[in-house]
Structure formats: C-alpha cells, structure tokens
C-alpha cells in the first residue's frame, strides 16, 4: 500500500499480550493510527520463562526494540534434551537466524513490560473487554461490555487462546485440552540446587513428564515447569505439593528436591489448552494473530515467537499488498502453513525416539550417521 495509504489507516488491536503488542508496534512504525484495546484493567502477566528465537530477536532489531529486550534477557547459545536421570539425549544449538544466534530467554512478566513499554503512550486502552464484532467490508464496528463502540479500518483479534473474536467471526471451536497439566514456579538459582551452571535451556523427559529449567541470569533465577499427563481438564486447578511429586517420581533427586522446595503459593497450575487449526483467520477488514489464530502447546516453545511473527509478517503484507483485503490474504498465506506444522508438532509425544520428529532435522550428527 501507498505511505499516504498507510497513514490514514485507523487500526483496532483486541489484546495487549505478547501478539497483539507485537503487532502495534510493527504496524505504528507503518505510520498508520493504532489503538490496542485490552480487558484487563491492569497488565499483570503471570506465569514463568520463555525463549525468544533469533528470528523473534532479529524482528526487534527491525523495530528499534531489540536492546529494551536484550536488557531484561539472557543471551542462550544451545539447548539440551536429557533423560529423566540426566543422560544426554540431544544438544544443539539454537537454529541460527542470519547473524543472531542466539535465543533470548526472559520472564514472562519483564517480556510483556518490555513490549508495552516501547509503545507510544496513550496507544493502550485497559478495561475494554469485547463483546461483539461486526465487519461491514471496508471496515469494522468493535462493542465493548460498556456499550463504548470502535469503528476501524482494519481489527486485529490478538484476544488469545479465548478469542471473542475468533468466535463471532471465524469458528465456534473452544480451546482442545491437551491431557496435560502445567506446574509453573520462578526461583531463586540458589534453589535450583547446583542444577543451573550457565544460560542454556535444559528439558528432562521421562513417563509421560517434562521438566524444564530455563535461566534467567539477569534476575538472578530460574523458571522452572514441569508438565505432566493428567486427565483432568480443570483450566485452573488447585493442587498440593503431593500432587506435584508424584509427577515427578524417578526424576534426578536434585529435580526431586526442587519440587520439595516449591512455595505452594508461587505456583502457577494450569490445564494445558491448544486449539484445532482454524481454516480462515481473516475477512475483508478482521484478522487473526498470535493465539487468536494457532493457539498451540508449549513443548516447541513456540507460542509467543509465532505470535510475533505474525505482526511482522501482517506489517509486511499492508506494505506490499495493494489494499487491506489483498494484504490479510498475503499475511494468511504466508503465516498460516507454518503456524499449522507447529501446531502439529506440538501435539505430538515427547519420547526418546520422537525427538527427531518434534526437532525435525536437529537430531545430533553422531545418532543421524548411524541411520
């Protein structure tokens, strides 16, 4: 589109998460008017770490943000999938994106801050929770709880993995439970008990359970997770520390003892939720992104990177499409088959032999010789 085009596109963004900041920061810098409306009345982002890819990191670096997140992240050079017991399965180095080779790994809550806080003020408006949304081709008519309404050119469902408007407009379909459940807890290093020795992301696999220890030098701790098999699909359950032990039984003794360890009350648990993948995420003037659109689970660690992704790839499209029609066909198409394969091979199990299934192409070199 037309710089003069651009500029006088007004844009609604539904969600101030990991997408939907994301997206009005790529799409601002397109010089088009951009409001983000989010339910909350406060951004309070619980939970525990993440890995930011070189490509997510090399995105930053188009937007002139890459330093407000490189200061509040750990550089990581490779990571490492281990036995229960901790013997070596794999080790490899996160794949490379151009010159950035390294993933960035940060605390949930320091990522959404960082995010928000290179936006312009005043561009995110807390306490509007979506009721309704009505595309009208050229444009979009957004209705809040209030009764407040938004008109745009162009809206953007970022609302996550509950997405209201995924639900009025695109599919029915509620979130899938995985048959899992998810411990989240951030410690101090001095608790992880010798287990954290350098940046790198470390995952143990064994009966049905991963652990994963993920460092975040920068403040001194680390996320620690453990996701286990658990039929029951309570979104936000209440658990005690029995619960947790067992799901880890047969574990390292250090991995044993860190659970031990855990205050109750710093755990986040969770249900562990995906959705199906959704066949259209875009009308004329409405389109999907980050959750809202590919919901997955975490064992790729994909989630938040994807959701980035997404708004570059939907700042790219508005420029090189000819209007916002031809430009969310071109952001679908480029978006949708990656964000599909992810999906599926994050469904899939996590057993010794499946490793080269969910990492396609990263087995080690040795175990790929002998085959």
């Given at each position: ?12 963004v539904v969600g101030a998460g990991y997408g ?290 997404d708004g570059g790839a939907l700042a790219d ?55």
């Amino acid at each position: 589109m037309q710089l003069s085009d651009l500029k006088n596109l007004k844009i609604a963004v539904v969600g101030a998460g990991y997408g939907g900041a994301a997206a009005a920061k790529a799409l601002s810098l397109l010089g088009a008017r951009v409001d983000v409306y989010e339910q909350a009345t406060r951004i309070r982002e619980v939970g525990a770490g993440i890995g930011l890819r070189p490509s997510t990191m090399n995105r930053f670096r188009e937007w002139g943000i890459f330093d407000a997140i490189a200061k509040v992240s750990s550089p990581s050079e490779y990571f490492e999938i281990l036995t229960a017991t901790g013997d070596p399965i794999m080790k490899e180095p996160w794949p490379a994106d151009g010159e950035q080779t390294h993933t960035h790994l940060i605390h949930r809550g320091d990522f959404i801050e960082a995010l928000l806080g290179v936006l312009p003020e005043g561009m995110v408006h807390l306490g509007h929770k979506l009721e309704a949304v009505e595309d009208k081709g050229d444009r979009s008519v957004l209705t809040f709880a209030d009764g407040r309404t938004v008109e745009a050119d162009l809206v953007v469902g970022a609302d996550g993995i509950k997405s209201v408007v995924r639900d009025r407009l695109f599919s029915d379909q509620g979130p899938v439970f995985s048959g899992e459940r998810a411990y989240r807890a951030v410690i101090s290093v001095d608790d992880a008990h010798g287990m954290v020795v350098d940046d790198n992301l470390r995952m143990y696999i064994g009966k049905g359970t991963k652990i994963y220890l993920l460092p975040l030098r920068h403040r001194g701790q680390v996320s620690f997770d453990i996701t286990a098999l658990c039929p029951d699909p309570t979104w936000n359950p209440q658990v005690t520390r029995e619960d947790m032990l067992r799901t880890v039984e047969g574990f390292d003794e250090r991995l044993v003892s860190i659970t031990r360890g855990l205050d109750l009350d710093t755990v986040n648990v969770r249900g562990v939720y995906d959705i199906d993948p959704v066949d259209t995420w875009h009308s004329d003037s409405v389109v999907l992104l980050g959750d809202a659109a590919h919901s997955m689970l975490h064992h790729q660690g994909q989630g938040a990177n994807s959701a980035i992704e997404d708004g570059g790839a939907l700042a790219d499209a508005l420029r090189e499409a000819d209007s916002v029609k031809e430009a969310l066909a071109l952001y679908q198409a480029t978006r949708k088959p990656v964000t599909d394969k992810l999906q599926g091979i994050s469904r899939q199990g996590w057993s010794e032999d499946e490793i080269d299934e969910v990492f396609p192409g990263q087995k080690p070199a040795a175990a790929a010789a002998q085959e």
